[in-house]
């Protein structure tokens, strides 16, 4: 018996980075028998879900199949639509990243064998095409929806992903506006026992503010990859900037590290990103002791700080973006609109919950261009032995 998920992994192995959709295509329909497929991605806003194989799909046909294509992507679950022919919709995600949805096409319903098979098939490809981004723009043509800023492709190109998921995890974050933002980011790594997510309020606009934290982030990144903890993480970045910009540029970072064993959060806040804690139904700010930013002085010192998660708990961080936006003169989102906007996440996975955000944001200003870059990044605090408790 043919192992088709086998099959498709070779196949995805052996094509050019450009060609992975066609060539699952082909394998797809010459093991399984499918009748077509296609290959939905998210765009940037992660507002909605684009082919790549049938990018001219007639309107009924697109909206049709998007709108299933959404319910797949936004649950994570195998979707079936029709009984004769059988359309399979499965989940394209990644160590938790979330980059589209697979479209299969079967002549008859699809048994649980069958599904079983179609969600392997879309693991192997998902996990293809997040190797093959480097390599290629196709991919990242698809998603984008209108032209983005130089500084904002550099904001992209340097963020780790958009979500990971971790057995005692989950973690997302979004930026805002997706194709001009400037200097707003988020950063996060996983090694072993530890989670360090860093998230920076950039100062400025434009190119200016993306080549600063490209430089802030930069230099976390070689602290931390050279065994750097949380203050040598800070220290470095900010006497980096500092001797680039003598202290006329800085950068508002906030550096967070979880220990995985025991859910003990260490941080420095060196500035302004607002961290706020979702225990039930409950909003609360978490209060830190502000430091300096990085960069405003040589030779910055820098303390840590401790606090406790519980099983349950949901942290976001945002940026002054979203904390301090004031639209046609009404109060800070951050005062009172924001804290509704959080409570209304809270059924929601992390992934899903910083697009709510995001949107109430904008929704918040009346639908006009966000005055200044925006970040969210939301981490879901499941415990050490998972969901489960078990």
């Known amino acids: 018996m043919v192992d088709v998920p086998d099959v498709v992994s070779r196949a995805l192995r052996d094509a050019p980075p450009d060609q992975l959709a066609e060539a699952a295509d082909r394998v797809i329909r010459s093991t399984m028998g499918a009748l077509r497929t296609d290959v939905f991605v998210a765009d940037y806003r992660i507002s909605g879900l684009w082919p790549l194989l049938d990018p001219d799909l007639p309107a009924a046909g697109f909206l049709a199949c998007h709108t299933v294509a959404q319910r797949c992507f936004s649950s994570q679950q195998p979707v079936r639509d029709g009984d004769g022919p059988c359309r399979l919709y499965l989940p394209l995600t990644v160590w938790g990243e979330r980059l589209g949805v697979l479209l299969i096409e079967l002549p008859d319903v699809a048994n649980p064998a069958v599904t079983g098979r179609a969600t392997d098939i879309a693991g192997a490809l998902a996990v293809a095409m997040r190797a093959a981004d480097r390599e290629t723009d196709r991919y990242r043509r698809a998603r984008r929806r209108e032209r983005m800023t130089m500084a904002a492709e550099m904001q992209w190109d340097l963020l780790p992903g958009r979500s990971v998921a971790h057995h005692a995890f989950d973690l997302a974050g979004q930026l ?70 003598r202290g006329r540029r800085y950068v508002a970072t906030l550096l967070l590290e979880v220990d995985i064993r025991t859910g003990q959060v260490r941080a420095v806040d060196a500035g302004s990103p607002h961290m706020l804690r979702m225990r039930g139904s409950v909003v609360e700010p978490v209060k830190l002791d502000q430091q300096l930013p990085l960069g405003m002085f040589a030779e910055t010192r820098y303390e840590l700080q401790e606090l406790q998660l519980a099983p ?79």
């Not at 860093?198 to 050279?226: D, F, I, Q, W, Y």
């Not at 708990?313 to 989102?333: N, T």
């Open 312 to 390: 349950g708990d949901r942290l976001f961080v945002v940026s002054d973006g979203v904390w301090a936006a004031e639209p046609a003169g009404r109060e800070p989102y951050g005062d009172r609109a924001m804290a509704r906007s959080l409570r209304a996440t809270r059924l929601q996975p992390a992934a899903e919950a910083v697009g709510t955000v995001m949107r109430e944001l904008h929704a918040y200003h009346a639908d006009s261009d966000l005055r200044d870059d925006a970040v969210v990044v939301c981490l879901d605090w499941h415990g050490p032995r998972g969901r489960s408790g078990g």
């Open 176 to 245: 805002e506006p997706a194709y001009t933002v400037g200097g707003d980011h988020f950063d996060w790594s996983l090694d072993g026992d530890r989670l360090t997510v860093t998230v920076l309020n950039g100062e400025g606009n434009g190119l200016t503010a993306s080549m600063l934290t490209s430089v802030t982030v930069n230099a976390m990144r070689n602290a931390r990859r050279s065994g750097g903890g949380l203050v040598e993480q800070a220290e470095l970045a900010s006497d980096t900037v500092f001797y680039q910009h």
